[in-house]
């Protein structure tokens, strides 16, 4: 069996697209996933599959969703070993006087076409920091969230309407429990 991490994106925010997480357990298992766990309310899965095709995941439990809870979700997956990958990739890590609560990840469906990663590049302005590495898009925001050149930019949802981000700590959890998942 293979260890998978799901990232619903826009669930349970500002009261938009609720979901209970034991609900979502149930749909999860329905789906016929093993020891699903959920993290925060946000909708992070970590569960167990025969299947591993990260997209081929993410589409059934969208139309999953869908049918249990009347929602239209982007999820993105991940495998283990790609969550691995995304923690020992993170180029801000490496770098002196980063405060790991202002690292944040962007996660993508897939990677990005060159001329919209440009654009997005272009949106990004110091004191704030992007590098992408495949499908995955590494944030530093010094400033947080809210302060950063990307907040609110209709540009940036444009470019990445299918990504969801999370923040270092929640990266760095879902890792561990897909390790104890395994």
């Keep these: 069996m293979a260890v998978c991490v799901a990232m619903l994106r826009g669930i349970n925010v500002g009261g938009h697209k609720r979901i209970k997480m034991e ?3 149930k749909s999860f298992e329905a789906l016929g996933f093993e020891r699903v766990k959920t993290y925060i309310q946000s909708g992070n899965v970590v569960f167990n599959t025969a299947k591993v095709s990260p997209a081929g995941l993410s589409k059934r439990i969208e139309e999953r969703i869908l049918r249990d809870f009347g929602h239209s979700v982007s ?3 991940r495998t283990l070993d790609e969550m691995g990958e995304t923690i020992e990739t993170n180029p801000f890590l490496k770098k002196r006087g980063i405060d790991q609560a202002n690292l944040h990840v962007m996660f993508l469906p897939e ?7 440009k654009q997005f590049e272009g949106l990004t302005a110091a004191p704030d920091q992007s590098r ?5 898009i590494y944030l530093y925001l010094p400033n947080g969230v809210a302060e950063s050149s990307l907040a609110n930019n209709p540009l940036e949802r444009r470019l990445l309407k299918r990504a969801t981000m999370r923040n270092w700590r929640t990266v760095s959890n879902l890792y561990q429990m897909c ?3 395994g």
């Design 23 to 25: 609900q979502l357990r």
């Design 75 to 77: 999820v993105i997956s």
């Design 111 to 117: 990677s990005p076409v060159p001329s919209d990663l």
């Design 132 to 136: 992408c590495l495949g499908k995955e």
């Design 179 to 181: 390790l104890d998942c």
